[in-house]
């Protein structure tokens, strides 16, 4: 599949967020969100929502575009397992989302959050279902 284009992930609780997506393929998604006052929690940290919101949104809308072209299917976030391992408290936050499993019903996805200095920052596993589209 050809790449998907950036603007297909700009909609709802992502454009809220600001989740920019750079590049985007059905294997691999690069996103990144500025980190600004909304975001942080009342310690100065990018609240751990944020870090689960990119998974979610990145996941779940590459396999949707990918699965409704092919097959008039539906995707939706199943499961959101995310680590956090050292702040990020300015700056940007970036997401590299690659896909490990393709199956007819779950694509799974790992997802390296790091902050400006290239440091890895959170770990989320994706568990995305695949359903008909319903009528």
Same mark, same amino acid.
């Given at each position: 599949m050809p790449e998907i284009p950036p603007q297909a992930f700009t909609q709802g609780f992502a454009k809220l967020v600001g989740i920019e997506v750079t590049r985007a393929t059905e294997d691999e998604v690069h996103a990144? @969100?500025? @980190?600004?006052?909304? =975001? %942080? #929690?009342? &310690?100065? %940290?990018v609240d751990g929502g *944020?870090? &689960?919101t990119i998974a979610e949104d990145v996941c779940s809308a590459a396999t949707f575009l990918s699965v409704n072209a092919e097959r008039d299917a539906v995707a939706m976030g199943m499961s959101n397992q995310t680590s956090f391992l050292r702040p990020i408290t #300015?700056? $940007? *936050?970036? &997401? =590299?989302a690659m896909r490990r499993h393709r199956g007819?019903? $779950?694509w799974m996805w790992d997802v390296e959050i790091s902050d400006d200095a290239g440091h890895l920052c959170a770990v989320s596993?994706? $568990?995305?279902a695949v359903r008909p589209q319903r009528a």
């Open positions: 990144r @969100v500025a @980190v600004r006052p909304e =975001l %942080l #929690q009342p &310690a100065g %940290l *944020v870090y &689960a #300015q700056g $940007t *936050v970036h &997401a =590299l007819r019903t $779950t596993r994706m $568990t995305i």
